[in-house]
Nanobody
């Protein structure tokens, strides 16, 4: 499985961004598509995840109510709509595939895209 993320950039606090992750290769119905971020000096953090077969979603506590993950099965693309961005959302956001929601259950990684939120 290969993952290509796009959509990062520099925005101001309160703005919105949408990230996209295009997947190629075989995605199994049991897989979980994830967005994981890592800020400088911090550990990787699960931002959001969605089950490929049924669309059940999971969110990190820090983004609940602001971020929305979705998928387009036909296009094999996963999106992360980020609203009301805060400076603390600044990080490299990576698209990943896991067996369960969580950094430790990730089996495939894509390259990251930088999101920078200025105050």
């Amino acid at each position: 499985v290969q993952l290509q993320a796009s959509g990062g950039g520099l925005v101001q606090a309160g703005d919105s961004l949408r990230l996209a992750c295009a997947a190629s290769g075989r995605i199994f119905s049991s897989h979980v598509m994830q967005w994981i971020r890592q800020a400088p000096g911090k550990e990787r953090e699960l931002v959001a995840a969605i089950r490929w077969n049924g669309g059940r979603t999971y969110y990190g506590d820090s983004v609940k109510g602001r971020f929305t993950i979705s998928r387009d099965a036909a296009e094999k693309t996963v999106y992360l709509q980020m609203n009301t961005l805060k400076p603390e959302d600044t990080a490299v956001y990576s698209c990943a595939v896991g067996t369960s929601p969580g950094v430790s259950d990730t089996i495939y990684w894509g390259q990251g895209t930088q999101v920078t939120v200025s105050s």
